[in-house]
């Protein structure tokens, strides 16, 4: 399993998950999160929008937009992956879809790992590494 943003620190975290799945001759299971959008902000986004793509403007789109570009990705290296959105917090996101899916592994990016910020606040990585229900591995993507 592997958690991304779509950012180029995640696609690293990607890539490095996509190997260590073709090594292992596993399934990736790919997760992203999304904070959750008022339905005010999202009737005004839709405004003026062709019906037929007006129910799908808001985070979740740019979520799966981000899963399916890591599902193409691993898609082109012969494994087999699934997807997952969530909405909410990415760490608490990622460790619900590995118990879930009786996970074996997680792949994270260190992003968020360095300065003060993270005594303060946590980050994905160290909320993850601390509550994972498997193993994890931490990419230096930073």
Partial sequence: MVGTDGSDTA???????????????????????????SKRRLQDEGEGAPADVAHEIGPRE???????AAAAEAKK?????????????????????????????IVVGNKGMT????FLLGSVPNN???????SVIIVRTT
């Fill in 77 to 105: 290296e012969g494994i087999e992956v699934q997807t997952h959105p969530v909405e909410g917090d990415p760490a608490e996101g990622i460790l619900d879809v590995a118990e879930k899916t009786g996970a074996d592994l």
């Fill in 115 to 118: 300065g003060a910020r993270r």
């Fill in 128 to 134: 993850i590494s601390h509550h994972a229900p498997c």
């Fill in 11 to 37: 696609a690293q975290a990607v890539r490095e998950a996509i190997d260590l799945a073709k090594l292992a001759g596993a399934q990736l299971t790919v997760v992203s999160a999304y904070e959750p959008v």
């Fill in 62 to 68: 740019d979520v799966n937009l981000v899963l399916n």
